[in-house]
């Protein structure tokens, strides 16, 4: 899962890059695929940041403990903190499993369905209209 989530890292740290850059920002179809690519992965990238910052204060918080060089009220509130980090490690982890498979499931169910029209050359709007209400209402 993880290595996964550090793909769509350097992929964020790329289209921030692109995003910047002139000739991508003179190309208006160009530009605005890598900003709606840049915002799909905001989401995920955010959550991931958060993540990794309370993995470095769960570890700060062990290796404060682990020497016991600080006064006792400090280590008594590192020891009461540390349970409290370890289950938002637990949500974040689970929060982040939840957006990777979200953004699968809403790929998969992503479809381009052409109608063609009959002999005369007229198409049918009326069973285009109908497939897509139908399509609406099981969503």
Known sequence: MFEQIEDKLRR???LQKLVGDP?????P???KKCA??????QKVVSKYKEYKKT????SHLEKVIGEK????????????????????VASLEKELNELLTEKEEDLARNIIMEIPGDRRGRGCSFCAGFISNVLKIRR
Request: avoid cysteine.
């Open 23 to 27: 000739k991508i920002i003179s190309n």
């Open 29 to 31: 179809r160009e530009y």
């Open 36 to 41: 709606k690519e840049l915002s799909l992965l």
């Open 12 to 14: 964020f740290e790329e």
């Open 69 to 88: 060089r600080d006064g006792e009220e400090f280590l008594k509130l590192a020891e009461e903190e540390l349970p409290v980090l370890k289950k938002k």
């Open 55 to 58: 993995q470095d204060e769960i």
